[in-house]
């Protein structure tokens, strides 16, 4: 019978003439070497008897560990239904709260775009009469430009010469640049703290197939089938493009 399923340095001592033999078999067949007939015989006796000792561990280990088996099954068994209520509580919560937050988030970005607009509106109206401006003082540059024109053509004139040669300036409209309405992309973090805990939102991007045959080739893992090829070569296929299908040798033990 095994020591108590606790003590677990009695069970290591109940575990050891079983590991001292194999240890002692395990070397010897580190070093043996199959060159006869006989050997081959000796080998073949020393695994089969090494497969059998082995067998022998597992049966003592799965004799040893059986209690354990049975009180981590029963421990499992009990919280487990709990566990899973709680997990779908807690999916269904953070559902709630990320709804919560994508409702706020929107809220905020909406008043975020309002108030956006506003700034536009007022920069709008401020270009504008910059604008304004601009196009008075050029008008005004103009006009005495001609006035400066006709008062020196009635001088030239009095005078009898040739009139003075005065550039008269044209009006360009400036117009009012483009006025880019920007909306801060992480307006509300979601960070909610409480005495218990905190809610945090984290963003990530993420992917779902709409159309297989569209997707680039580096981003397809090609792979071969193997328990399809198995499965073939078991039913008597022996030749695969693109394989070797070649016959390998295994050597079993069987025990007595």
Do not use: C
Request: aromatic letters at 4%; hydrophobic letters at 40%; zero cysteines.
């Amino acid at each position: 019978m095994p020591p108590h399923p606790f003590d677990l340095d009695k069970l290591k001592e109940y575990f050891q003439p079983h590991i001292v033999r194999l240890e002692g078999m395990v070397e010897q067949a580190r070093g043996f070497k199959v060159v006869s007939a006989e050997t081959n015989t000796t080998a073949i006796e020393m695994g089969s008897q090494m497969a059998k000792l082995k067998k022998g561990l597992e049966d003592v280990r799965k004799e040893v560990i059986a209690p354990y088996g049975d009180v981590v099954n029963g421990i499992n068994g009990a919280v487990k239904p709990i566990k899973d209520l709680t997990d779908k509580a807690i999916t269904s919560l953070k559902g709630k709260i990320g709804a919560y937050n994508a409702e706020q988030a929107e809220l905020a970005r909406r008043i975020a775009q309002k108030k956006a607009e506003e700034e536009a509106a007022i920069r709008r109206k401020a270009l504008e009469e910059e604008r304004k401006k601009e196009i008075a003082r050029q008008e005004k540059e103009r006009q005495e430009a001609i006035d400066r024109k006709a008062r020196l053509d009635a001088e030239a004139k009095a005078a009898g010469v040739e009139a003075v040669e005065v550039k008269i300036p044209e009006v360009v409209d400036p117009g009012i640049a483009e006025v880019v309405i920007e909306v801060p992309k992480d307006i509300a973090s979601g960070i909610v703290r409480t005495a218990e805990g905190t809610s945090f939102t984290v963003k990530t991007w993420k992917f779902k197939v709409v159309t297989l045959d569209h997707i680039p080739d580096q981003y397809i893992i090609k792979a071969p089938d193997a328990k399809a090829i198995q499965a073939a070569i078991d039913s008597g296929v022996r030749e695969i493009p693109g394989l070797e299908i070649y016959e390998h040798s295994d050597v079993r033990l069987r025990t007595k």
